[in-house]
């Protein structure tokens, strides 16, 4: 099976654009979770989508939003992009919403916001 | 709210030295930990994980875990390393109310000289 991918994986913005990304999971797999990854905070939480609808979303403003389509592929939107915006924004699938399933990664997609 | 705390930022070990890395977890109900490594220049991928069961967990390339309810912990060891065990090494934990949100610890650099 393919593993996770992210489009595109590097991305260059400056502050005040707007950003999308796409994720596309293993196929099969229904849910799909959202990550920001930077060197000071770590991997934090963006939200996580199932069956085309958010089940979790974490604490990033409303400049963050997200969707996903009958086929299970995902994307994330960052309106009005800040400079604290640059990180590298990772994409997880699961097969189902159960807690015991482990989260299969993508590469991540790497934002730079000048 | 969950919370994870990983101990040590930064570890360096030589070839055949035992390793254990801390975890701790916060949270006051019934949780599900992974230990996902992170090799160079690769996406983060699942070491091992721990539902329920035996508190003692196997995990890929001679990693295990303890999991202490008590102590609220879940450190991961490995008897002797390796130089391709040089990654980084974070501790997860989600709670079966919140299935697809995943609250990560800030990783452990591990490098171990050959």
């Known amino acids: 099976k393919a593993g996770v991918t992210q489009t595109p994986r590097y991305l260059i913005k400056t502050r005040g654009q707007q950003v999308t990304l796409s994720c596309s999971p293993i196929?099969?797999?229904?849910?799909v979770s959202w990550y920001q990854q930077t060197p000071g905070q770590g991997l934090q939480f963006l939200f996580e989508?199932?069956?085309?609808?958010?089940?979790n979303k974490g604490n990033f403003p409303g400049r963050f939003s997200g969707r996903q389509f009958s086929n299970s592929r995902s994307e994330m939107n960052v309106s009005t992009l800040e400079l604290g915006d640059s990180a590298l924004y990772l994409c997880?699938?699961?097969?189902?919403?159960?807690?015991?399933?482990?989260?299969?990664f993508g590469p991540g997609t790497r934002l730079t916001v000048l | 709210a969950q919370s994870v705390s990983q101990h040590n930022h930064h570890v360096i070990l030589s070839e055949a030295a035992s390793l254990e890395l801390g975890c701790n977890y916060s949270?006051?109900?019934?949780?599900?930990l992974f230990w996902y490594v992170q090799y160079p220049g690769q996406h983060l991928q699942l070491l091992l994980k721990y539902f329920s069961g035996d508190p003692l967990v196997k995990g890929i390339k001679g990693f295990e875990a303890e999991f202490i309810k008590s102590k609220f912990s879940f450190n991961l060891r490995k008897p002797s390393v390796q130089w391709s065990d040089t990654a980084e090494y974070f501790c997860a934990v989600n709670a079966e109310t919140n299935a697809g949100k995943s609250t990560f610890g800030d990783g452990t650099t591990l490098t171990v000289k050959p």
């Open positions: 989508y199932f069956s085309e609808t958010q089940r």
């Open positions: 997880a699938s699961s097969p189902t919403s159960g807690s015991h399933n482990e989260q299969f």
């Open positions: 949270y006051g109900g019934t949780v599900n």
């Open positions: 196929s099969g797999h229904r849910s």
